[in-house]
């Protein structure tokens, strides 16, 4: 069983900061991609940012220069620094990952966690 559990959202005005953090924990055998997803109020899910195993990093257009993704591979965890915070920001973020557990090593899920609010005002 793997759990995936998000923190770090709030409320935050405009051109401010925000970090969340992502930890993942139970029958790990190793991860490869965690990444964030985010989705405002009507909208669907989009992918925010992406990081793999070697450290490589991909970032949506709409957050390029402002968010800043990043893992600590000893703690399973992932983070996302956000700056310069845009009313547009709002919605509900999710964290992902794929995960290999023991049980089944040679497989790769994908999990995600249960999201958490920000909120930008302006």
């Known amino acids: 069983q793997v759990h995936v559990v998000e923190s770090g959202g709030g409320l935050v005005q405009q051109g401010g900061s925000l970090r969340l953090s992502c930890a993942a924990s139970g029958t790990i055998f190793s991860i490869n991609d965690m990444g964030w997803h985010r989705q405002a109020p009507g909208k669907p899910r989009e992918p925010v940012a992406n990081?793999?195993?070697?450290?490589?990093?991909n970032y949506a257009d709409f957050v390029k220069g402002r968010f800043t993704i990043s893992r600590d591979n000893a703690k399973n965890t992932v983070y996302l620094q956000m700056n310069s915070l845009k009313a547009e920001d709002t919605g509900v973020y999710y964290c992902?990952?794929?995960?290999?557990?023991?049980?089944?090593?040679?497989?790769?899920?994908?999990?995600w966690g249960q999201g958490t609010q920000v909120t930008v005002s302006s």
């Open positions: 990081i793999i195993g070697d450290g490589s990093t």
């Open positions: 992902n990952v794929d995960v290999s557990d023991t049980i089944e090593p040679w497989r790769a899920r994908k999990y």
